[in-house]
């Protein structure tokens, strides 16, 4: 759904890849192909019981930086799904889906509907 400041946002489920069955949805997740990851709360990941297994450094515009743990999770968006490493998101941190989950979910951003599009076949080497 599109907004005001020329973003959009979309409903995410994500699932634990550990103890599938359960999900979350979390609503009016916004689109930003400038993080790398996914960021979620906190409480909605341990609520799922995701793993915490690696800290990340992350670089902010200002040039101070933040660090986060992240984990493993399946996620679900306009009925296809990923597994990816996402965020724990502190308060104050914004619910976004990240580059390399829209990468892994093969959605591309059509700029001029503000939509995930289908992004066709990934590229392949053969021999």
Known sequence: ???????????????????????RQLTSVLIDTGAELSWFPAAALE???IERYKKWRF???????????AGPAFI????NRATDDVVFGEPGDLVLLGAHTLEGLNFRIDPVSRQLVD???APAAVA
């Open 1 to 23: 759904m599109p907004d005001d400041m020329g973003t959009f946002r979309v409903d995410v489920e994500i699932e634990n890849p550990a103890h599938p069955g359960k999900r």
């Open 119 to 121: 992004a066709g076949p």
């Open 76 to 79: 679900y968006v306009a009925g």
């Open 59 to 69: 670089r902010q515009a200002d040039g101070t930086i933040l660090e986060r743990w």
């Open 47 to 49: 609520s799922l019981g």
